[in-house]
């Protein structure tokens, strides 16, 4: 379970995301989609921590885990995508 609550990210004093909440269930498929520029990446970065939170809260399950296969990665010779994606951050 994810559980995010009133999230916001400001990039030079404008709001990209601004007191966002939502829950994911163990077991939901979501599709994240926008045009460019939009926080699809962003939104994924303060899921995994890898960006600071300006303001809210998430709540993680302890043993959750969550990775992030990047856009501009370098594939590894003789490695399908499949095998790339179970090697994304975490």
């Not at 995010?4 to 999230?7: F, G, P, Q």
């Given at each position: 379970m994810i559980n995010?609550?009133?999230?916001s990210i400001a990039f030079g004093g404008d709001y990209l995301f601004e007191e966002i909440s939502f829950r994911l269930n163990g077991g939901d498929r979501v599709g994240l989609i926008g045009k460019n520029g939009a926080g699809k990446s962003t939104l994924l970065k303060?899921?995994?921590r890898e960006m600071p939170l300006d303001g809210g809260s998430m709540a993680l399950e302890k043993d959750i885990r969550i990775g992030i296969?990047?856009?501009d990665i370098d594939i590894e010779q003789g490695r399908t995508v499949l095998e790339d994606s179970y090697h994304a951050n975490s």
């Open positions: 995010v609550h009133k999230l303060l899921l995994s296969l990047q856009q």
